[in-house]
């Protein structure tokens, strides 16, 4: 079954490009010039990825990312005029996955696109690294697991929702836990396609990821910041 890909993106030659290029990667690639039209699209639930520009009319990319995240885990990949760093924290913050800078190469939108699926468990038996569960915490409310086959948080009997970056990223620190990771190991690792340069891609991710399996976000005591050096991750 071929890869479901909706393309955001107002302006019609980029759009345009994009999906003819795409299609002949083997992707079923779907276009909206317009956040609105993409949300009102009957088949959004069968999207296995998002392709989103940030400067739309109407409703921005921000608030439709937000609106998906609310939706799905499915990966998302912005678009974002080159130099727009405040655009591109507050991209991801709101719940992207990765972004690729204008003008870009089809080629680096490519190699994106491929990173995140290979990161996306193919099923729920998927056991590209173990299959194991890995208990992250456990605590009165319930032991914090990773399901490492399937790709899934759980608190107790509960799932916590997390996207498939959060997952890689959780599981790169639990499996190494009581280890420092720098940022850049965790780049390497997560971001498996090469990606270079921007560090802050990570800390808005460990962030995110707080919020969601941290009692108190703002005072972390499960994932923790090393000064100078990286991220620990501190089973209790």
């Known amino acids: ?27 079923e690639v779907r276009t909206f010039a317009d ?28 608030t439709f ?27 991801l913050e709101a719940g992207a996955d990765d972004y690729v ?28 690294r173990d299959s194991e569960d890995v208990v992250v915490l456990d605590s009165s409310n319930g032991p914090l697991v990773l399901d490492l086959g ?8 509960d799932e916590v929702h997390v996207t498939v970056t959060e997952f890689h990223l959780l599981r790169e620190l639990a499996t190494s836990a009581g280890r420092v990771l720098s940022r850049q190991v965790l780049l390497e690792r997560v971001w498996d396609h090469g990606y270079f340069g921007d560090e802050r891609i990570v800390d808005v991710h460990v962030r995110r990821l707080r919020t969601k399996i941290e009692t108190t976000a703002s ?9 100078g050096l990286g991220y620990r991750l501190d089973p209790a």
């Not at 800078?101 to 099923?123: D, N």
Request: charged share 30%; net charge negative; aromatic share 4%.
């Open 150 to 157: 399937a790709g899934v948080v759980r608190r107790g009997d």
């Open 65 to 91: 990312i937000r609106e998906i995240r609310r939706r799905s885990d499915v990966p998302v990949i912005v678009l974002s005029a080159k130099g727009d760093t405040h655009d591109i924290v507050a991209a």
């Open 1 to 27: 079954m071929p890869i479901r890909l909706l393309v955001l993106e107002d302006d019609d030659g980029i759009r345009a490009l994009l999906a003819m290029a795409l299609e002949d990667e083997g992707y």
């Open 101 to 128: 800078t204008k003008p870009f190469e089809i080629k680096e939108v490519s190699a994106r696109l491929r990173a995140l699926r290979r990161r996306a468990p193919s099923s729920p038996t998927d056991s590209s």
């Open 219 to 227: 005072d972390p005591r499960l994932l923790v910041t090393v000064r």
């Open 35 to 62: 956040a609105e039209s993409a949300l009102a699209e009957e088949s959004l639930g069968e999207i296995n990825l998002f392709l989103v520009d940030l400067m739309l009319g109407g409703m921005d990319g921000f």
